[in-house]
């Protein structure tokens, strides 16, 4: 953990509480997961309950407290995707990196994650590889988002 660079993000706050989000977003970056060590660093220097971070941490889905992969694969399960295929997308994805939900390909490149709403829907089926959308997707279109990273 960069404490360092954490606590440049926090000196840009006069309410330090604000800092809570972009920090969290440097070490997700950063280190792949946000850890039990980073949330103590946080709840102590920024002055907010721990079991407050835990619920942010726990509620976004581009937080996780397992370690990801390079690129983190949110595939969109909202109504409008499931209508329109997720299904279909999710198994390709599946075919392809040859990991299920929730899983991490062996050489450290991609983790599949099912997300309940990407805010896509005009374009659904939908899906996310790290902050880079995707819609309108097809077999044949997953198949080259994937072949491109």
């Known amino acids: 953990m ?7 993000i926090m000196e840009k706050f ?8 972009p920090c969290l977003h440097f070490i997700q970056e950063e280190e792949g997961k946000i850890s039990e060590e980073v949330m103590n660093f946080l709840a102590e220097n920024l002055g907010v309950p721990r079991v407050e971070i835990y619920s942010v941490v726990t509620f976004y ?13 949110r ?19 599946k075919e392809i990196l040859g990991i ?19 805010g896509l829907c005009d374009q659904a089926p939908a899906m996310m590889v790290n902050d880079k ?8 279109k997953v198949k080259e988002i ?3 990273y």
């Open 14 to 21: 006069q309410d330090k509480q604000q800092a809570l989000l």
């Open 2 to 8: 960069d404490k360092d660079k954490l606590n440049q």
């Open 146 to 148: 994937i072949k491109s």
């Open 61 to 73: 889905s581009m937080f996780s407290l397992e370690k990801q992969n390079k690129n983190v694969i």
């Open 133 to 140: 959308e995707y819609g309108n997707l097809t077999e044949d």
């Open 75 to 93: 595939v969109c399960a909202s109504l409008s995707c499931y209508l329109n295929g997720t299904d279909k997308i999710i198994n390709a994805l």
């Open 100 to 118: 299920k939900i929730g899983e991490s390909t062996p050489d450290g490149k991609f983790t599949l994650e099912e997300v309940s709403c990407l």
